[in-house]
């Protein structure tokens, strides 16, 4: 496992592997804990000196005391290998974002974790060579599940699961990350609004933990990244901290086409959102020029995978410089705000269909047409596309002139390929025949409300 980053300066034993006392136990561990308060609470530790133990030693503590349940009360983001030597079994676990790596390399007799599969391939064991029927996957954008990692005879822990590997060399990897399901209901719009700014306000606090240096945002136009940052800039003014917002703005002259709906420089709202906080300095980034093709080296040494999105790396890389050059240690990207605060919400049209709550389905509808660049006809798709029999949806799509882009239309991977993996075939039972994909591919063209900066 690489050596963890510390996040508080008074961690000076956050060291590893570590061990209990009678040396059962032995951790390894690649984390930060976001509820140090509630775990310390459950195992009733004296907080005094419960505040001097590093991250890893609470998970020691907390497994200890749970074993694998502990899984459930971790919040933050983690990957970690724990060693049981009474019941000889290795255990490897993964925050249920993913947000650290963990690979493995199971074979006859050896065994072999390392938290990129970098580590894994120092070992003369195992191979160096990639797995190009999962680089064709990536290329056909099918969904990213499984275990497999870019590289013949490397496996990943998927996020939020947990593996078991015994002395006799099995390996069962399980689901832990099962949230209970449940519908919130609260007296009014104002308690939702303030249920949401509390959740929002422990969220950013815990990401604020750290030793020294500044506090940098991404801020864009969006709802997302201006929620993240302006809370940011709240909570830190009783200490007289400020936050740097980073807006990725256009060229200098840029002149390009804008789409329907769309603005090309979110400079000017991003300026506006940030005016109303005094301790928010506000900079602006301009694309300088510089290919999307220039990094990919190094964003592959770095993470191992290929990158999706090569136009976005330009503006991020240009932010992570200028946060570098400031000496930003802590930033705040709210990469995960598409999913939350701004989150379209579009499958309840359909919901609302199933459960037969027409007059709350039509408020839906001209709410939405009202105030968003959404049209009936989007909203029709959305709400009757997920019943709709394959065959039929594919003929309304054709009579609108919005044809279902084959996989070579958009996709690197040459026809031999294609067909020899049957990609196509898998492409359409993994994710096109999927009632939410079919009913956002609908209305791809009649709106979009995503913060473009995360």
């Known amino acids: 496992m690489r050596k963890r980053a510390r996040f508080r300066g008074d961690h000076s034993t956050d060291t590893g592997p570590l061990s209990d006392a009678a040396g059962r136990l032995t951790l390894v561990a690649d984390l930060r804990l976001d509820n140090r308060g509630e775990l310390i609470a459950a195992l009733a530790l004296d907080p005094d000196k419960a505040r001097r133990l590093c991250d890893a030693a609470l998970l020691l503590a907390a497994w200890q005391k749970w074993e694998g349940a502990c899984l459930d009360r ?29 690979h493995y390399h199971a074979a006859n007799r050896f065994f072999a974790f390392a938290s990129m599969p970098k580590g894994l391939h ?45 002395f006799d060399g099995r390996v069962e990897q399980r689901r832990y ?9 609260l007296r009014s719009r104002h ?4 249920a949401m700014r509390h959740h929002l306000d422990q969220a950013v606090e815990a990401r604020l933990r750290r030793s020294s240096g500044g506090v940098g945002a991404h801020l864009s136009a969006g709802l997302d990244s201006a929620a993240v940052a302006t809370t940011a800039a709240r909570l830190l003014r009783p200490s007289g901290d400020s936050v740097i917002a980073f807006t990725s703005v256009p060229r200098k ?28 300095e506000h900079v602006k980034i301009a694309s300088d020029g510089r290919s999307p093709l220039a990094d990919l080296d190094r ?11 090569l136009c976005n790396g ?31 919400g579009m499958q309840l049209f359909s919901e609302l269909i199933r459960q037969g709550r027409w007059w709350a389905w039509l408020r839906a509808g001209r709410a939405i047409t009202r ?15 997920p019943w709709t029999p394959e065959p039929l949806w594919a003929a309304l799509r054709r009579l609108a002139g919005n044809e279902a882009l084959a996989l070579s239309d958009y996709s690197a991977v040459n026809a031999e390929q294609i067909d020899a993996l049957d990609l196509a075939e898998r492409r359409r039972r993994a994710a096109w025949t999927l009632p939410t994909v079919r009913a956002r591919t609908a209305s791809r063209q009649g709106y979009g409300c995503f913060d473009a900066s995360i």
């Open 74 to 102: 971790l919040v933050g983001d983690f990957a970690f290998a724990l060693w049981d030597d009474a019941e000889r079994r290795l255990w490897l676990a993964r925050d249920f974002l993913g947000q650290r790596t963990l």
């Open 122 to 166: 120092a070992l003369a064991e195992i191979p160096y060579a990639p797995d190009e029927e999962r680089i064709a996957e990536f290329l056909a954008l099918l969904p990213d599940s499984g275990t497999r990692s870019f590289f013949q005879g490397v496996q990943r822990v998927e996020p939020g699961h947990v593996a078991c590997i015994t």
């Open 177 to 185: 990350w099962n949230p209970e399901r449940r519908t919130l209901r």
């Open 191 to 194: 308690a939702y609004v303030e």
């Open 253 to 280: 002259g840029f002149d390009g086409a804008v789409p329907r709906g769309r603005f090309a420089d979110e400079g000017p709202l991003a300026a506006e959102t940030a005016a109303f906080h005094a301790n928010i």
């Open 299 to 309: 964003h592959f040494f770095l993470r191992e995978v290929p990158m999706l999105n």
């Open 314 to 344: 330009v503006w991020i890389n240009a932010i992570n410089a200028a946060a570098k050059e400031r000496g930003i240690a802590v930033m705040l990207t709210a990469q995960m705000g598409n999913m939350t605060i701004s989150y379209h």
């Open 371 to 385: 105030l968003t660049a959404m049209r009936w006809r989007g909203f029709f798709a959305q709400s009757f596309g």
